[in-house]
């Protein structure tokens, strides 16, 4: 990434007191920014006179950029595998679109977004050769084989990235993600230092290959710290639940999962929800049974969705997984695989922070 694009954006999200992701989300005309912050940020952008354009000076006039470009078209697509591409809309979807949206900009491309329900059949865009290549979102429902086999379809047809999802998969092509592993044991470090000493993992979508991996690595980081925990989950399939280990519990719904935590004997003082997604389903459970989240159960969520946070008071901590960042290295990852087609397939992971709940609301 470029250095003068982080300075830049940097001392816009300096003056208007966000973040970067924040000043992005605006440049980008992104949802689920407050109508001050926006204001704030294009004042910020207009004082200091900065365009994201900027970038294509350290590489000689926009002329000679967009010829030195790889690729025939000018078209890079955004193509969502198994799932329509509505499922883009959802705020960890829209953040990584929009990392790719300024990455695809910076680099003189035009962005087209579309669907692949099934990699097997023809698809418009790649077939008549209308686009120089694609990132590639993967729905978590898919089978990690199908998985497979479609990124190796779609790989030798056009090049190619895989972003988000897990990170151990198809290692034929190019994957940028979140580090779900650092995930895990950021959450299991935030609940040890918060002196939770019952501990416990919530999956409502256990099967998802992400998932586990997060649920793993708390679980593991428990055990390394000789600190038992517990998964709870919302499944009946005996081998999922094999996969998260030994201490499991497995619940019909959300609600059940909460009637279990409270009749748990001890109760769970310290709570990992894999996504806030999840979160923001089972918090307003706990609040019903009357349970006091500030005082009695501490929770770290994750994903870092201001929208799905919002309502929750007390709003517990998250872990930003950086999607807007997954979303530019995934598209500066193309651009390197277009221009070096026998290169060697790369695993980006993007490091994860935790974002405390007195925070969460400077960063919108």
């Known amino acids: 990434m470029s250095v003068v694009r982080q300075k830049s954006i940097a001392n816009v999200a300096k003056a208007a007191g966000v973040s970067t992701a924040t000043v992005s989300r605006v440049l980008n005309n992104l949802p689920h920014v407050r109508e001050e912050t926006v204001r704030r940020v294009r004042e910020a952008v207009q004082a200091l006179n900065y365009s994201p354009l900027r970038i294509r000076r350290d590489l000689g006039e926009e002329d000679h950029f967009r010829r030195a470009r790889p690729g025939r078209t000018g078209n890079i697509a955004v193509i ?17 679109v929009a990392g790719i949206r300024s990455a695809v900009t910076e680099r003189g491309y035009r962005l087209i977004l579309d669907e692949l329900l ?3 059949k023809p698809h418009r865009l790649i077939d008549r050769r209308e686009i120089d290549g694609a990132i590639v979102f993967v729905t978590g429902d898919l089978q990690p084989e199908r998985c497979d086999d479609a990124l190796d379809i779609l790989s030798q047809k056009i090049p190619i990235v895989w972003a988000m999802g897990e990170e151990y998969g198809n290692y034929d092509v190019d994957h940028v993600t979140c580090d779900n592993v650092h995930i895990g044991h950021l959450a299991y470090n935030y609940l040890r230092n918060k002196r939770c000493q019952d501990i416990a993992v919530i999956a409502l979508n256990p099967s998802w290959p992400f998932m586990r991996s997060r649920a793993q690595a708390f679980l593991n980081a428990a055990y390394d710290a000789h600190q038992p925990a517990t998964a709870y989950m919302v499944s009946q399939d005996p081998m999922i639940a094999d996969s998260y280990g030994k201490r499991v519990i497995a619940a019909k719904s959300a609600q059940d999962v909460v009637a279990k935590i409270l009749s748990a004997p001890p109760r769970p003082t310290g709570l990992f929800i894999l996504n806030d997604q999840s979160t923001s389903t089972l918090v307003p459970i706990l609040y019903r049974h009357g349970t006091r989240l500030d005082r009695e159960i501490t929770i770290i969520s994750c994903d870092n969705e201001e929208s799905r946070l919002a309502a929750l008071q007390p709003r517990p901590a998250t872990i930003d997984i950086r999607s807007e960042e997954v979303g530019y290295r ?35």
């Open 80 to 96: 969502t595998l198994g799932q329509a591409r509505a499922w883009l809309q959802l705020p960890v979807m829209a953040a990584a």
């Open 118 to 120: 099934d990699a097997s």
């Open 330 to 364: 995934a598209m500066v990852r193309l651009v390197s695989r277009m221009r070096n087609p026998e290169e060697t397939p790369l695993v980006v992971r993007v490091a994860a922070q935790v974002v405390e709940a007195s925070k969460i609301g400077e960063f919108f």
